[in-house]
């Protein structure tokens, strides 16, 4: 018997990361700015994205949005009273969202073309380690931490926090009677992601909207 | 949670570069992953066992090399690795960094594969 070494040092995700590469260059080339939104169930990222589309569509910016989630189209539907095409991925039980389903669900997509896009936001799955791991081909990835989550949520999974191009605390406007403190989030999300634009906002009230909206405008000018 | 998926992508990356060797079997695969990979290596051990079980891959082993997170600091300009995950703080200075130059790897760094040796050609009989 002979023994023998193979070299390969090829990254276990490449095929994915082959996609993403790939959507990203058609994300580009169509001038649309994409973000990935990311944290845990119940955080808040339909609710911020409802209202970031209306107001979106208000000023007349296109907007779309991919919503992916295990089952139901639950969250396509509360989507689409915004006005916005949306469009619902289901994994099926697969914990994140992979580049190849967002290829998928780009084809076919009545009245949307990304060159007619000014913004397309994918709602990734609810989970905060796995969706981590996968390139989606976006610009900007967003971690979106509530006030009822505990301050400490970043130091929990810096994976994913460390990965972000951008954090938004949602849900401030119940921040008091949640005994939420403010200093201490914000400390945290800043040890794991030094120097991370963070975002204060509440769906609900408006709060933090408008500098949410203005930095994706200027996120936007950006090709 | 995705650690399945992962060992599936393993398995297809190292099935197809064996093929290039039909005679051999894999012993041996190494990984390198960085801290920040969100891969758990018990889970991933787990379900290396399930995703190579029926395969041409049974039985061969799994090693996984964790490496931690090595941060640049803009400040004192040193790299450096950390302990842990929790702090993105130059060692040396304090100081925040978010240079980061390890700790995100998920990659197959190679594999091992025994190949029985070449049989010595039976020796033809001589008609006679």
Redesign the interface.
């Known amino acids: ?15 994915n990361d082959e996609l993403a590469a790939g959507l990203r260059d058609r994300f580009t080339s169509a001038g649309v700015l994409v973000l990935n939104l990311v944290s845990s169930p119940g955080t808040g990222k339909t609710a911020l994205l409802e209202r970031t589309l209306r107001e979106l569509g208000a000023r007349g910016a296109q907007a779309a949005a991919l919503v992916g989630d295990l089952e139901t189209d639950n969250d396509a539907r509360r989507l689409a009273a915004s006005g916005a095409p949306v469009r619902q991925i289901n994994t099926h039980g ?3 969202l992979d580049a190849e389903m967002i290829g998928k669900h780009l084809e076919g997509w009545q009245g949307v073309t990304l060159a007619g896009l000014n913004y397309l936001f994918i709602e990734n799955v609810g ?1 905060l ?2 969706p ?2 996968y390139d989606l081909g976006e610009r900007i990835r967003v971690a979106l931490l509530s006030v009822t989550e505990g301050e400490d949520k970043p ?1 929990k999974y ?3 926090f ?2 972000a191009d951008a954090a938004v605390i949602t849900k401030i406007d119940i921040a008091e009677p949640c005994g939420f403190d403010r200093e201490l989030a914000l400390r945290n999300v ?6 991370i634009r963070i975002f204060e906002t509440s769906a609900k009230t408006g709060a933090g909207i408008e500098e949410w909206l203005a930095y994706l405008a200027e996120q936007a000018k950006v090709f | 949670m995705h650690e399945l998926s992962i060992a599936a992508s393993i398995v297809e990356s190292v099935t197809e570069a064996a093929s290039a060797y039909p005679r051999a079997r894999v012993k041996e695969v190494r990984l390198r992953v960085g801290a920040l990979a969100s891969v758990i290596e018990d889970s991933l051990q787990f379900c290396w066992g399930l995703a190579t079980e029926d395969s041409s891959l049974a039985g061969a082993a799994l090693v996984i090399k964790m490496l931690p997170v090595k941060l640049h600091c803009a400040a004192c300009g040193a790299d450096t690795e950390v302990d842990g995950v929790q702090s993105f703080r130059c060692p040396q200075c304090g100081e925040l960094a978010s240079d980061l130059r390890q700790g995100r790897e998920l990659e197959i760094e190679s594999f091992e594969l025994e190949e029985p040796d070449t049989p010595t050609p039976e020796p033809v009989e001589e008609q006679v």
Not at chain 1, 1 to 15: A, H, Q, Y
């Open positions: 018997m002979t023994t023998r070494i193979v070299e390969l040092r090829r990254g276990i995700l490449k095929k697969i914990c994140h989970n380690v796995c981590s791991s130091l810096p994976g994913l460390n990965s800043n040890e794991i992601r030094p120097g």
